[in-house]
C-alpha cells in the first residue's frame, strides 16, 4: 500500500521532485509563443478602446447604428477577454515559467475558476460574430419592421436544445460514474464518489428545472396589451362623450346636438380586444375588422422611445372625436356612404346600439438604419380599436333623438347619472 501511494503520488505535479527542478529553456518553442500575443493584445486594447469611443460618440453622429455598434464592442471586449484567458490558461503554463512554482503549491480552485472562464469567453466569442452579422442583415432586410421579428419560438427552441444537451451530458456523467463505482471494490469507494454522484444529480435536475420555467416564461411571453389604466381611459373618454351627446349638450363648432334617447354606456371586451391587437401588431395602416364590427385605427409618431402605452389609446379616442369638431357634424344619420364620410373615425364614438370595445397597442419602434436624433426616424406607435357593432354601410341612424334614456332596449335600464343604458 506504501508503493502505490508513492506512486500516486509521483504521478502529480505538486511535490514531484520532476517538476520541482524544471529547468525553463528560454528558446523552445512553448516559450517564444508565449509572446505571440503581445502582438496582437495591445493592438486589440486600441481598437476596443476606439470602438467603445465611438459608440458613446454614436448618438451625436449622423448615420451610425448604435445598436451595431454596440454588439461589434462586445464582440471585439469578449475577444481581448478570450485572448488574456488564453495567455494566462494555455501559453504561460506550458512555457514552463511557472512549473516549479506551481509544483511547490498545494492544488488549489481557482484553477478550476479560470478554465470554466476561459470555456465560457470562447463559447462567447465564437457566437458573437455570427450574432452581428445577423443583426446587420436584419436591420438592411427588414429596416422598417426589425421588431417584428419575433422571439418566443426562438426562445423556446433554445431553451429545449440547451436543457436536451445538458440534460444527454449529465446522465452520461451519472451513468459513468455509477458504472466506475460498482466497477471498483467496496474498499475502493469513497464518501467523494458518493458526493460527486448526489452533485450530479442535484445540478442536473435543477439544471432542468431552470430551463423547463425559462421555456414556460418564453411560451406564454404575450405581447403588449392594454393594461387596466389603459383600459379606464379609454372607456372613462367613450362614455363621457356618449353622456354628453345622450343629455344634449354636446357642442359641435357652436350647434348642440339634439339629446339620445338609447346610447347604451361603453364597456370593455377582452375577448373583442384580442382582434385588434393582432392587426396593430401587422404593421398594416388599412382597417382589418370582420365586417360586422366597427373599427378605428391611429398612428403616433415621437422622437422618443415611448414608456407608457397605456397612455395612446385614450389619445387615439380624442382625435377620432375631433373629426366631428373639424368636420363638422350635420345630422345625426349617417348619410349615403358611412365608409367615405368625413367623421367616419368619430361615429363609432357616438353609434347608439354598440356598447363593447376593445383596443389593441403596438410599439413598432423605429428605424435602426438612421440615427436616433434623426429628425425623419420616429417610433410608431399604433392603436386599433374594435367596436361591437358597425355603423351600416347604407343609410342609418348614429342615434335616435329623444330624451336621454327615454327609449333603452329592452332588458337595459337607466343610468340616470350619465343617461346612458345599461
Known sequence: MASLSNSTVSLGIHGNPSFLNFEVSFLSIPVLLLFVPLLYIPATSVVVYRIAEKTIAAKKVNNVNVQLFRAISLSHIMCLLFFLADFLYLRLPLSGLLTSWCARLQPSGYLVILIIIVYHINYIVVILPFLVAVIRLISILSPQRHHKIRNALGLIFNTFFWLLACLVI????????????????????????????????????????????????????????????GQEAILKFHNELRSTVAN?????????????????????????????????????????????????????????????????????????????????????????????????????????????????????????????????????????????????????????????????SEGLICETSSGLCV
Open 170 to 229: 449529465n446522465i452520461v456523467l451519472i451513468v459513468k460514474l455509477v458504472k466506475l463505482k460498482h466497477a471498483l471494490g467496496q474498499h475502493a469507494k469513497s464518501q467523494a464518489s458518493h458526493k460527486a454522484e448526489i452533485s450530479l444529480t442535484i445540478t442536473s435536475v435543477a439544471m432542468a428545472f431552470a430551463y423547463v420555467t425559462n421555456g414556460m416564461i418564453a411560451n406564454l411571453q404575450k405581447p403588449y396589451m392594454c393594461g387596466a389604466d
Open 248 to 408: 344634449g349638450t354636446y357642442n359641435v363648432i357652436g350647434t348642440i346636438k339634439p339629446p339620445a334617447a338609447s346610447t347604451r354606456k361603453m364597456k370593455w371586451d377582452e375577448s373583442l380586444a384580442a382582434s385588434p391587437q393582432k392587426h396593430a401588431e401587422k404593421c398594416i395602416h388599412d382597417y382589418g375588422a370582420p365586417p360586422k364590427l366597427g373599427e378605428n385605427t391611429f398612428t403616433f409618431l415621437s422622437h422618443s422611445a415611448p414608456t407608457n402605452l397605456d397612455q395612446y389609446g385614450a389619445r387615439a379616442s380624442y382625435t377620432w372625436e375631433q373629426d366631428f369638431q373639424n368636420q363638422g357634424w350635420n345630422s345625426t344619420s349617417t348619410g349615403e356612404n358611412p365608409i367615405k364620410s368625413p367623421i367616419r373615425r368619430a361615429v363609432p364614438l357616438v353609434y347608439a346600439e354598440t356598447d363593447k370595445i376593445g383596443c389593441g397597442v403596438f410599439n413598432r419602434g423605429n428605424n435602426p438604419s438612421l440615427p436616433e436624433n434623426d429628425m425623419n426616424n420616429f417610433y410608431m406607435i399604433d392603436v386599433v380599436c374594435y367596436y361591437e357593432k358597425a355603423v351600416s354601410n347604407t343609410t342609418s341612424d348614429i342615434y335616435m333623438p329623444g330624451d336621454a334614456c327615454s327609449s333603452c
